[in-house]
Structure formats: structure tokens, C-alpha cells
């Protein structure tokens, strides 16, 4: 069965960093590209960053660039999201989803999310 | 940036009446637009892509169509699990999301 599990979330202050991780099972993971979304509490969701299938190529959006860095490890297969300068605003649910084959940008595998509460 | 708008923002109905959902975008995104839906406490689940494409396991109630900036999810007769969040969603490598319709039960 083909599984994500989000795990290194938790409370942090502002300023502060984490380190998110995102473990694949059940499916060819160095074959997808792989991204990371968000979800404030109550609130809609949020893509933060996308990382193609060797590593090489990495897109984010903007309210994160300079501050999170996507990648992966292919051995393991996992991907990661290093987050520093955190912000109250980056208090959410994040999730880990994995990318539909092909040229379509659509997610059809996602893991349960892990908490990121950014607060003193 | 292409902004979609979804509405109404909550629909409230019975189990077996049929739900219609909006999404619209600022621009035209032909039919490059996708459909999850979300129940408290879970992930997200892609229902529909390229506007009325099934994802697999998903049960035939659920339908989508649309082109250009009107998109619409139809469930054509609601089921008790079908009460939900149901987020639009443009195929990007920037995606945009909608601000989603919540289904309750009336």
C-alpha cells in the first residue's frame, strides 16, 4: 500500500528552525516529483514547494523563498523541508504530496500533515 | 497570478439532494483545473482532474465539467461521507488552490 508519513513538526519560536520529513512507502519514489502544502489553522490550502525527481529542480512560493528549503533523498526515499526564519504566519499543518506522473501538475497522494506552531 | 474563487463558501444540504460547486479563475486555464476533497482531521483527496477526469476510486456521483474561467463539481446525490471541504485547484507548478466550499448537512 502506498503510504507518506510527515514527521519533525512541533513548537518553535520566532526566528527559530525546523526540520520537516516526509517518508515514502509503496510506490517508485525516485520516479515523482514531490512538494510540500501547508494549511493554517481553519484556513484553505497552501502549496509551499516543489522538488523534481533527482533533486535538481525546485520551485516555492514566494512568502517562503529564502526562508525553506525543499529536497530529498532517494536512498531513503524522503523528502525534506528545512525551515528557518519562522514566522507566526507559518503556523500550520503541513503536508507532504506526491505529484501525479506525467506532465500534470496534480497531487494524488498525500500524508496526514505534522504540526508547525511558531510562537514565544 | 490566477486567483480562483469557489462559492458559495458553505452549502448546506440533505443526504440524497445534489450539490453544484463553483470554482472560477481570474483568467483562462482551459481545462487545466482539479477538484480533493477534504474531511475534518484528514488529508486532502484528488477527486477530478482536468476538469471532469475521475481519479481512480472515486465513485461516478462525482462529477466534474467545465472550461476556460467556470468550473463546476456536481454530486449527484450526497452521501453521508460526501460532507466535506472540496478544494479547486489549478495544474500549475505553481499551484494555486481555491478558498474551498464546505458541504454540511442541512
Known amino acids: 500500500e502506498v503510504h507518506l508519513v510527515e514527521s519533525g513538526g512541533g513548537l518553535v519560536q520566532p526566528g527559530g528552525s525546523l526540520r520537516l520529513s516526509c517518508a515514502a512507502s509503496g510506490f517508485t519514489f525516485p520516479t515523482f516529483w514531490m512538494s510540500w502544502f501547508r494549511q493554517a489553522p481553519g484556513k484553505g490550502l497552501e502549496w509551499v514547494a516543489n522538488i523534481n525527481q533527482d533533486g535538481s529542480d525546485e520551485y516555492y512560493v514566494g512568502s517562503v523563498k529564502g526562508r525553506f528549503t525543499i529536497s530529498r533523498d532517494n536512498a531513503k526515499n524522503s523528502v525534506f523541508l528545512q525551515m528557518s526564519s519562522l514566522r507566526a504566519e507559518d503556523t500550520a499543518l503541513y503536508y507532504c504530496?506526491?505529484?501525479?506522473?506525467?506532465?500534470?501538475?496534480?497531487?494524488?497522494?498525500w500524508g496526514r500533515g505534522t504540526l508547525v506552531a511558531v510562537s514565544s | 497570478e490566477i486567483v480562483l474563487t469557489q462559492s458559495p463558501a458553505t452549502l448546506s444540504l440533505s443526504p440524497g439532494e445534489r450539490a453544484t460547486l463553483s470554482c472560477r479563475a481570474s483568467?483562462?486555464?482551459?481545462?487545466?483545473l482539479a477538484w480533493y476533497q477534504q474531511k475534518p482531521g484528514q488529508a486532502p483527496r484528488l477527486l477530478i482532474y482536468?476538469?471532469?477526469n475521475r481519479a481512480t476510486g472515486i465513485p461516478a456521483r462525482f462529477s466534474g465539467s467545465g472550461s476556460g474561467t467556470d468550473f463546476t463539481l456536481t454530486i449527484s446525490s450526497l452521501e453521508p461521507e460526501d460532507f466535506a471541504v472540496y478544494y479547486c485547484?489549478?495544474?500549475?507548478?505553481?499551484?494555486?488552490f481555491g478558498g474551498g466550499t464546505k458541504v454540511e448537512i442541512k
Open positions: 482536468d476538469a471532469s
Open positions: 485547484q489549478q495544474r500549475s507548478n505553481l499551484p494555486p
Open positions: 504530496a506526491r505529484k501525479t506522473s506525467g506532465a500534470d501538475w496534480y497531487f494524488d497522494l
Open positions: 483568467q483562462s486555464i482551459s481545462r487545466y
